[in-house]
T-cell receptor, first 110, second 112 residues
């Protein structure tokens, strides 16, 4: 089945710093999504981005489907950005099971 | 619109017991999916229901089952609980299949 790999696995920042999280997928995908899981376990939708670039405040995401990767940018990070960021996608033309990466754990220190 | 709700939020059971978890999707959403999250295995797909029919099932033993009702609410059941079933169980709903999924707060299950 499809593999979704995220890097880095862990990231520690000082408040105000910028960061880039990466998601690679081993085959063509549909419906790529980015989520943020807060310390209480809630998964919050950030972006639905099968291709192109989207921005929402300090966060933006870019997916290059032909090269099988997606990037999540966080600018001017805040302590509330801490948590685990997941990307997930449906394999194209095959299983309709959403496949998650293992996540990037982000810690933003004051 | 109200978000996805899950009950109960926390649960403690002992080995051999069974458990039923409930999920109410966002109003108008017809697809409900369940996931298990553990530190070792990450987020794993359990099953998806659409219009009361199971459309997909993950690689879990038959002890894990579920159903969806006509109002799209869904339940999942785990029988003969094992220690390894301790996990965060997440439910997600979407308007249709292969669309953006919206997650509930999860049910934390501890099996002793």
């Amino acid at each position: 089945g499809i593999q979704v790999e995220q890097s880095p696995p862990d990231l520690i920042l000082q408040e105000g710093a910028n960061s880039t999280l990466r998601c690679n997928f081993s085959d063509s995908v549909n419906n790529l999504q980015w989520f943020h899981q807060n310390p209480w376990g809630q998964l919050i939708n950030l972006f639905y981005i099968p291709s192109g670039t989207k921005q929402n405040g300090r966060l933006s995401a870019t997916t290059v489907a032909t090269e099988r990767y997606s990037l999540l940018y966080i600018s001017s990070s805040q302590t509330t950005d801490s948590g685990v960021y997941f990307c997930a996608a449906y394999p194209q033309g095959g299983s309709e099971k959403l496949v998650f990466g293992k996540g990037t754990k982000l810690t933003v220190n004051p | 619109k109200a978000g996805v709700t899950q009950t109960p939020r926390y649960l403690i059971k002992t080995r051999g017991q069974q458990v039923t978890l409930s999920c109410s999707p966002i109003s108008g959403h017809r697809s409900v999916s369940w996931y298990q999250q553990t530190p070792g295995q990450g987020l794993q797909f359990l099953f998806e229901y659409f219009s009361e029919t199971q459309r997909n099932k993950g690689n879990f033993p038959g002890r894990f089952s579920g159903r969806q009702f006509s109002n799209s609410r869904s339940e999942m059941n785990v029988s003969t609980l094992e220690l390894g079933d301790s996990a965060l169980y997440l439910c997600a709903s979407s308007p249709d299949i292969l669309q953006t999924q919206y997650f509930g707060p999860g049910t934390r299950l501890l099996v002793l």
